[in-house]
């Protein structure tokens, strides 16, 4: 009795194989009297082919995928569930290690498709338009479950567009800043030669605006693209639809966003919802058009998705083309593209677990 719940305790703390480092691997395999070159093709078995059975890793010898199979597990994730919608965009709901669900979302357009990820089982912000804040945060992911969306997205592209994933955006659940640590190890992988080996410049993480953080992405020289949640280029309007703000206000979040280009060179793209009754004077659009002047940027205007239990309203499309025509004149670059996935509930703002909930 006693040798069979230490064999269970045994197999429940075997260490998930992905948390080691390539030179971990490598220290193991040599303490077990194998060559340190087996730590580089169990490596690729993982993280390039993303294989998740010791079985598979047909050239290793037995003794050696016993020898792992007696002190690791690997651990992944689960598509729970697919959707999808009538525009090819197609919603996973993402089983983690824990059973807790995020949802992750591929986009087809008719040359890219883009993997839209998710960094954390909830957010702890509060914007007021955004389903995904109605969701207590319950944890950040971990840096393979971050990964393994962009695997299991890359796999659904090749089967159902016949093409590989051509880019990434930190837009899915959570807030990527608030899992800084995991969301650049996630991308250290993905960008990886002996991993994904995806461009950098093919990633934009979105956050809603840390300063600090700002600062220490461009201060760890990250090469992947920035974009932000502004809405409002008006402190006392901001603060109203993103309570958070109050405390990381507009001034220091132009001041981080001018340090991040100085360091980067890289242009910021300002995401921008305008809304009936919030942001829709002649005063939010010169804010706007002012601060694009002082920032190197450009700004993507997102159609509203109407979220349950929230009376906010896209404003009539004259007040958006009123925008776009004064950054236009000001040299301003700025699209605006429909939503994808909308029937779905799979468009910016609209991840809330719903197909779990049910
Ligand atoms: N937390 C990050 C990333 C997640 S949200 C961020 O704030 O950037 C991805 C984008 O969708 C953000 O620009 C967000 O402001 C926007 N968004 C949120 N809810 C929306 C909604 N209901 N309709 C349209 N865009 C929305």
Redesign the pocket.
């Given at each position: 009795m006693r040798f069979f719940y230490f064999r269970i305790l045994e197999a429940s703390v075997k260490k998930d194989i992905r948390a080691l480092s390539k030179e971990e691997l490598q220290d193991f395999f040599v303490s077990h009297d194998a060559p340190s070159f087996k730590a580089g093709q169990v490596f690729q078995w993982l993280w390039q082919k993303g294989i998740h059975d010791f079985e598979l890793m047909t050239n290793l010898s037995l003794e050696h995928r016993n020898l792992l199979k007696a002190h690791f597990q690997i651990k992944h994730i689960n598509i729970d569930s697919q959707q999808r919608s009538a525009d090819g965009t197609i919603k996973n709901a993402v089983k983690l290690h824990d059973h807790l669900v995020v949802e992750s979302v591929l986009i087809p357009t008719s040359t890219r498709t883009t993997a839209c990820v998710s960094s954390q089982v909830g957010?702890s912000?509060d914007?007021t338009?955004?389903?995904?804040a109605a969701l207590k945060r319950m944890r950040n992911l971990n840096a393979d479950e971050i990964y393994d969306q962009v695997v299991a997205m890359d796999q659904q592209s090749k089967l159902y567009y016949q093409r590989p994933l051509s880019n990434i955006v930190?837009?899915?659940?959570?807030?990527?800043l608030m899992n800084y640590k995991n969301v650049l190890a996630a991308i250290d992988k993905i960008t990886d030669s002996e991993a994904l080996g995806m461009s950098p410049r093919r990633i934009i993480l979105?956050?809603?605006g840390i300063p600090k953080l700002i600062r220490k992405m461009a201060d760890d020289k990250v090469k992947f693209g920035l974009?932000?949640?502004l809405?409002s280029a008006r402190q006392e309007v901001r603060e109203q639809i993103m309570p958070f703000a109050k405390k990381f206000p507009l001034t220091e979040l132009i001041e981080a966003l001018e340090y991040w280009y100085a360091y980067t060179k890289k242009q910021i793209t300002f995401?921008y919802?305008v809304w009936e009754g919030v942001n829709d004077l002649k005063e939010d659009i010169q804010a706007l058009v002012g601060l694009c002047r002082r920032i190197p940027s450009k700004v993507n205007i997102?159609?509203?998705?109407?979220?349950d239990g929230s009376s906010m309203k896209q404003a009539h499309q004259t007040i958006i083309d009123a925008y776009i025509a004064a950054l236009t004149k000001a040299r301003i670059s700025v699209t605006y593209r429909r939503?994808r996935g909308v029937d779905i509930d799979a468009?910016?703002?609209?991840l809330a677990n719903k197909i779990d909930s049910k």
């Amino acid at each position: 009795m006693r040798f069979f719940y230490f064999r269970i305790l045994e197999a429940s703390v075997k260490k998930d194989i992905r948390a080691l480092s390539k030179e971990e691997l490598q220290d193991f395999f040599v303490s077990h009297d194998a060559p340190s070159f087996k730590a580089g093709q169990v490596f690729q078995w993982l993280w390039q082919k993303g294989i998740h059975d010791f079985e598979l890793m047909t050239n290793l010898s037995l003794e050696h995928r016993n020898l792992l199979k007696a002190h690791f597990q690997i651990k992944h994730i689960n598509i729970d569930s697919q959707q999808r919608s009538a525009d090819g965009t197609i919603k996973n709901a993402v089983k983690l290690h824990d059973h807790l669900v995020v949802e992750s979302v591929l986009i087809p357009t008719s040359t890219r498709t883009t993997a839209c990820v998710s960094s954390q089982v909830g957010c702890s912000l509060d914007c007021t338009f955004c389903a995904t804040a109605a969701l207590k945060r319950m944890r950040n992911l971990n840096a393979d479950e971050i990964y393994d969306q962009v695997v299991a997205m890359d796999q659904q592209s090749k089967l159902y567009y016949q093409r590989p994933l051509s880019n990434i955006v930190f837009m899915g659940m959570g807030e990527p800043l608030m899992n800084y640590k995991n969301v650049l190890a996630a991308i250290d992988k993905i960008t990886d030669s002996e991993a994904l080996g995806m461009s950098p410049r093919r990633i934009i993480l979105s956050t809603s605006g840390i300063p600090k953080l700002i600062r220490k992405m461009a201060d760890d020289k990250v090469k992947f693209g920035l974009a932000v949640s502004l809405h409002s280029a008006r402190q006392e309007v901001r603060e109203q639809i993103m309570p958070f703000a109050k405390k990381f206000p507009l001034t220091e979040l132009i001041e981080a966003l001018e340090y991040w280009y100085a360091y980067t060179k890289k242009q910021i793209t300002f995401e921008y919802v305008v809304w009936e009754g919030v942001n829709d004077l002649k005063e939010d659009i010169q804010a706007l058009v002012g601060l694009c002047r002082r920032i190197p940027s450009k700004v993507n205007i997102i159609q509203y998705n109407p979220i349950d239990g929230s009376s906010m309203k896209q404003a009539h499309q004259t007040i958006i083309d009123a925008y776009i025509a004064a950054l236009t004149k000001a040299r301003i670059s700025v699209t605006y593209r429909r939503s994808r996935g909308v029937d779905i509930d799979a468009a910016c703002g609209q991840l809330a677990n719903k197909i779990d909930s049910k």
